[in-house]
C-alpha cells in the first residue's frame, strides 16, 4: 500500500500531522518513522554554508541535492559497512555523505566530467602533498603569464608562454579574453608536461576557474547563451559592471578554497570504500548491493554536459551528451516522457537486480509530470512504500518560483 506523506500543504490528503520542528540529520536512527520527518528547512534553519559543507561545493553543479536529505534516508535505513548505489551520481553527494558515515558507495554516471569531479572530491590525500602541488603549479603560472621569464617544467625543460593558437576550440577563443585563455592554457599544460599525483583536483581547481573567467555577466554564469565583451547593467550588483578579462585571480581563489575544502572532509571521513565508474547505468551489471540513493536526471530539465561545456572543451573530455536520459535539448514531449520512464525503469530494474529482499531504493526527483508511478510499475518486484513530498525554497542563479520535490521510498519484496 502506497503512503503518501505529503511534508508541504498540497493537494494531496495529508495522513500525518507534522511537527514545526525542521529534522536534524544527526537524530535519525533506524526507528524514526517517516511521519516524524519535516524535511522543510528553511535558510535560517539549514544555512547555505551547511549545504554546501566541505567537498560537496568543489565545483558548481545544478539540479543536486542537499547532503542533509541524503543523510537523513542514510541513517534511516543504512549502517555502517553496508554499501549503496548511486547509478546517477552526478556530483557525488550520495558518494561523500556515504562514507562520512562508514558506508560503501558504488557510483555510476556517463558524463566524463561527473566522474572527474566524483573522484577528485572522494579521493583521498597527503594533505601536504596537495598543498605543496596546488601552490606549485598556481606558482609557476603566475611566474609565466606574468612575465617573469621562461620558467622550465617538472622534467627540466623549458615552458615557454602558450599562445592561443595552441587551441583549436572555437568555443575556448570566443568565451575568454586573451590573457584569460592564456592563463587557463598555461595551467593546463603545466598539468600535462608535470608529475603531479593529484591531477585531478588540479583539472577541477581549473574548471572552476575558467567557469568564473569566461566573458559573461555575473549573473547569468549557469547557461550563459552568447560571450559579453561590453560593459552591461550588473543585476546582481546593481551598477556597470565589466566581463572579466583574467582567470588567474580565480585559479588562485580557488586553489585557497579548494585545499580548505579538502582538509575539511579530511576531518570527518572514514575508511569507507567508494567506487566511480565512468558508464551507462542503463548497461551496468551491478555488484551486490543492500540500496540505493540517488536523484536521477529530470526529464527536459537540465542539459548536464552543457553546463560543463567549458571543462570539455579546456580538458579535452569525452563528450557523451547523446547518452543522457531525459536531456533538456529533448523537450518534455509525450514521447521523450515515455523515453525517460523506459531508460530510468531499466537502472532500477538492474538495481533492484543487486539489492537484497527488504532493500531500499530512496529516489529523489522533481516529478511534476507524475512518471515515477509507472516507472515502479515496470521496475517490478518492489513496493512503494511512501511518497515524500518537500518544498525546496532555496534555488541557484535567478530562480525564484517555488519548487517542489519528491523522494519515494521502494521496497524490494521479491
Excluded at 617538472?154 to 602558450?162: A, C, D, K, Y
Excluded at 529482499?357 to 522533481?366: P, S
Aim: charged letters at 25%; a neutral charge; proline letters at 5%.
Amino acid at each position: 500500500m502506497t503512503r503518501y506523506v505529503n511534508v508541504h500543504p498540497a493537494e494531496e490528503v495529508n495522513l500525518y500531522e507534522y511537527p514545526n520542528r525542521p529534522t536534524n540529520p544527526r537524530e535519525i536512527t533506524h526507528d524514526t518513522p517517516l511521519e516524524s520527518l519535516n524535511l522543510n528547512w528553511s535558510e535560517k534553519q539549514l544555512p547555505e554554508k551547511e549545504r554546501t559543507k566541505h567537498v560537496h561545493r568543489l565545483h558548481p553543479y545544478l539540479g543536486k541535492f542537499i547532503p542533509q536529505l541524503v543523510e537523513v534516508f542514510l541513517r534511516k535505513y543504512f549502517s555502517p559497512g553496508q554499501t549503496v548505489l548511486d547509478p546517477f551520481c552526478g556530483s557525488g553527494t550520495t558518494l561523500v555523505q556515504t562514507n562520512e558515515l562508514g558506508i560503501n558507495s558504488i557510483g555510476y554516471d556517463v558524463s566524463a566530467f561527473n566522474v572527474l569531479l566524483c573522484r577528485a572530491k572522494t579521493a583521498q590525500y597527503d594533505l601536504s602533498k596537495l598543498s605543496l602541488e596546488v601552490n606549485d603549479i598556481l606558482n609557476k603560472t603566475g611566474a609565466v603569464t606574468k612575465g617573469q621569464g621562461q620558467q622550465r617544467n617538472l622534467f627540466g625543460e623549458e615552458f615557454p608562454l602558450p599562445s592561443i593558437s595552441e587551441t583549436d576550440s572555437d568555443y575556448l577563443r570566443a568565451w575568454y579574453s586573451p590573457r584569460s585563455l592564456r592563463e587557463l592554457l598555461t595551467y593546463r599544460r603545466l598539468i600535462e608536461d608535470g608529475d603531479y599525483e593529484y591531477a585531478d583536483i588540479l583539472k577541477i581547481i581549473l574548471s572552476r576557474s575558467a567557469r568564473s573567467a569566461r566573458l559573461t555577466t555575473h549573473f547569468d554564469l549557469d547557461f550563459p547563451k552568447k560571450p559579453q565583451t561590453e560593459p552591461y547593467h550588473c543585476y546582481k550588483h546593481s551598477r556597470e559592471c565589466y566581463p572579466t578579462s583574467e582567470a588567474f585571480k580565480f585559479l588562485r581563489r580557488y586553489s585557497i578554497d579548494t585545499l580548505r575544502r579538502v582538509k575539511a572532509f579530511a576531518d570527518v571521513r572514514t575508511a569507507a570504500k567508494v567506487e566511480i565508474h565512468h558508464a551507462d547505468s542503463r548497461d551496468a551489471t551491478f555488484l551486490p548491493i543492500n540500496g540505493v540513493i540517488t536523484s536521477p536526471p529530470y526529464v527536459g530539465l537540465i542539459d548536464y554536459h552543457e553546463q560543463h561545456v567549458y571543462g570539455y572543451h579546456l580538458l579535452g573530455l569525452e563528450d557523451n551528451r547523446v547518452s543522457e536520459i531525459g536531456p533538456a535539448v529533448n523537450g518534455s514531449s509525450q514521447a521523450a516522457k515515455q523515453q525517460y520512464q523506459k531508460d530510468i525503469a531499466e537502472v532500477f530494474r538492474r538495481a533492484s537486480d543487486a539489492m537484497p529482499i527488504d532493500g531500499r531504493m530512496v529516489v529523489v526527483a522533481h516529478d511534476k509530470s507524475d512518471l515515477y508511478g509507472e516507472i515502479a510499475s515496470t521496475v517490478g518486484g518492489i513496493d512503494v512504500e511512501a511518497i515524500l513530498n518537500r518544498q525546496v525554497n532555496r534555488r541557484t542563479g535567478r530562480r525564484s518560483s517555488e519548487f517542489y520535490e519528491s523522494i519515494f521510498i521502494w521496497r524490494k519484496f521479491e
